[in-house]
């Protein structure tokens, strides 16, 4: 069974970055696509960004799109999201996914 674990998260000012981080355990982990999703208060759950088992193919939100980044180390079985140029807007809890499994979330605050 395939666990994740997000880390990086953090309150920043408008304008600020952080690089969010997830282990992942349990599969052959180059062979899977993972996924960035966030969830803000009193909203669905949203997609971010996602990148192929290789990272060759990489997609983002168009609402993150110039701003974050999705990539992967697949020697350290993990998946990084470089967020840069953060907004209000962006705060939220942040989940990393593979398939059905979802790590626990980790919380990005920006203020203004």
């Known amino acids: 069974q395939v666990q994740l674990v997000e880390s990086g998260g953090g309150l920043v000012q408008a304008g600020g970055s952080l690089r969010l981080s997830c282990t992942a355990s349990?599969?052959?982990?180059?062979?899977?696509?993972m996924g960035w999703y966030r969830q803000a208060p009193g909203k669905e759950r949203e997609f971010v960004a996602r990148?192929?088992?290789?990272?060759?193919?990489?997609y983002v939100a168009d609402s993150v799109k110039g701003r974050f980044t999705i990539s992967r180390d697949n020697v350290k079985n993990m998946v990084y999201l470089q967020m840069n140029s953060l907004k209000p807007d962006d705060t939220a809890v942040y989940y990393c996914?593979?398939?059905?499994?979802w790590g626990q979330g980790t919380q990005v605050t920006v203020s203004s």
């Open positions: 349990g599969r052959t982990f180059s062979s899977y696509s």
């Open positions: 990148i192929s088992g290789g990272g060759g193919g990489t």
């Open positions: 996914n593979q398939g059905p499994v």
